[in-house]
């Protein structure tokens, strides 16, 4: 067993014979999370009856792009149309212009960083991603496009995107928007904007990210809503691009650590394969000590089922399964 501190969060990191052998309720308050990395497919049932959930370790958002922005939003529920709609109209209120710059240079690379490690600076275990990757994105500069948000010639938002010819799709990197404007919605302008772009290249599909599949660690549990509510579905990242993610096994103890609610994304049937092979659908694994927490942020309309968790020493039931809405 080996016990790291990973990104403000504690913790162990074990084979699947300890996760089946130890006692882990001696480690409530020590960590928050117990983990088997790329466990066999052999030992998965045996690992969910320990407690250990069998999941991808990251999840791409994904979506079509379809024929035209009226196709999109069509797919959305009237109210995820309406909080859409309402953005665009607070933007186009406070003066907005929306720009598609091709290719992405220094000078605006660098005005996005600002306002991005700003927004990361708000966040309790934040990671500058972008920032990590600018001298990538400087050097294959001709490969991406931004879609930015000027008011008075000041940018006050943009989203970085980078084409990807071979697989017909364009990714939505990176985005990040001044604090008055994170108030008003401008990132969901942004992101139709960044379709719209994508469309019209001719991409037939756009990601919105790739996210650790754990939320309420590096990113809050409302990232989720707020991307499957955009119109995206949460995959395994393998399923995207080979090689781009793996599975693992993780055990929530506690969430001293964490913010809750605290959500991942497992495999139903003990993460064992799907029949005939068919795409493995996965459901929502919700963990908070509210018993009256409103479920309905989480419940996708792609997931197979959402089971709420009480978590350890938290009165109620151990676990209560939920429909989708």
């Given at each position: ?27 409530r ?10 466990p ?9 009856d320990?407690g ?7 999840l791409t ?40 710059v ?16 700003a ?18 994105i400087?050097d294959?500069?001709a ?20 084409e ?18 994170h ?32 939320y ?5 549990a409302?990232l ?21 993610g ?6 929530i ?17 003990d ?35 959402l ?19």
């Open positions: 067993m080996e016990i790291r501190a990973l990104d403000g969060l504690s913790m162990a990191l074990v084979d699947a014979r300890e996760a089946v052998t130890t006692d882990w309720a001696a480690f308050g020590r960590i928050d999370v117990a983990r088997v990395s790329m066999s497919r052999r030992r998965r049932a045996e690992l969910a320990a250990f959930l069998t999941k991808p370790a990251r958002w994904i979506a079509a792009t379809l024929d035209s922005e009226e196709s999109f939003l069509a797919q959305l529920s009237f109210r995820d149309r309406k909080n859409i709609r309402i953005a665009q109209l607070r933007a186009a209120a406070d003066r907005v212009r929306f720009e598609i091709k290719p992405v240079r220094p000078g605006l690379l660098g005005e996005f960083l600002t306002l991005y490690r927004q990361v600076a708000g966040m309790r275990n934040g990671i500058a991603i972008a920032a990590e990757h600018a001298d990538g400087t294959e500069w490969g991406y496009y931004a879609v930015a948000a000027y008011i008075d010639g000041e940018l006050v938002g943009a989203c970085i995107a980078q990807c010819p071979a697989e017909n799709l364009v990714r939505l990197r990176f985005a990040a928007t001044d604090q008055p404007r108030s008003s919605g401008l990132a969901r302008a942004l992101y139709l904007s960044a379709v719209e772009a994508a469309r019209q290249m001719g991409y037939r599909q756009a990601t919105l990210g790739t996210d650790p599949n754990l309420g660690h590096l990113v809050k409302g989720f809503a707020f991307k499957w509510r955009l119109g995206f579905t949460a995959v395994p990242a393998q399923s995207v691009v080979a090689g781009d793996f599975d693992e096994a993780d055990l103890i506690g969430t001293e650590q964490l913010i809750e609610p605290v959500l991942f994304l497992s495999y139903p049937c993460g064992q394969p799907a029949s005939g092979g068919a795409p493995q659908e996965l459901r929502a694994e919700l963990y908070s000590s509210q018993p009256d927490l409103d479920t309905r942020p989480y419940q996708a309309t792609f997931l197979s089922e089971r709420r968790h009480a978590l350890p020493g938290v009165r109620g039931s151990a676990r209560e399964d939920l429909t989708p809405a």
